[in-house]
């Protein structure tokens, strides 16, 4: 009977064990949101433009080909940014199973649980700083029609 009222305090020690990971998938699928968000906005922009509807009214073909080379470049920033973020949210998952492993079949993983993390919080630090690079690149390349700098 011990033996399994240990087992069940394993358990749910493995569960508050997962709990933070858990919170930081969910922070990780706001951010992805938010990215793929912008992403499906650069690539409508990018539409709009290569489609002419009502662009050439406004832009001549110099400014088209300008801006749709910086679209793609926050398109490929963009890209990455999701890439290295959900690679982060997959070894945080791994991170979660290997709790689990790790209580459920009293095999110590610390250290490889511990390296796992470092390494999917390092891959998302990546992901947020193409985000952030994306972002910067964006705020820099807008450009508010009728208006003239002084």
């Known amino acids: 009977m011990s033996t399994s ?9 493995a569960i508050q064990l ?5 919170f930081l ?3 990780i699928a706001g951010m992805l949101n938010v990215m793929s968000g912008r992403l499906s906005r650069i690539i409508d922009r990018g539409r709009v433009l290569t489609e002419g509807v009502n662009a ?9 080909q300008r801006e749709l080379k910086q679209l793609e ?31 459920m079949s009293n095999i110590v993983l610390e250290w490889f649980v ?11 630090v990546i992901g947020l700083a193409y985000f952030l ?4 690149m964006s705020s820099r390349t807008i450009r508010f029609v009728g ?3 002084k």
Do not use: Y
């Open 133 to 136: 690079r994306e972002v910067h």
């Open 56 to 64: 050439h009214t406004i832009l001549n073909q110099e400014d088209v």
């Open 25 to 27: 998938l969910t922070g």
């Open 73 to 103: 470049q926050r398109r490929n920033f963009t890209s990455l940014a999701i890439t290295f973020s959900t690679v982060a949210a997959l070894l945080v998952c791994l991170v979660i199973v290997i709790l689990f492993i790790e209580v």
């Open 114 to 124: 511990g390296g796992l993390f470092i390494i999917s919080t390092l891959t998302l």
């Open 5 to 13: 009222a240990n087992n069940i305090g394993d358990i749910a020690k």
């Open 147 to 149: 208006f003239k700098k």
């Open 18 to 22: 997962a709990l933070a990971p858990v």
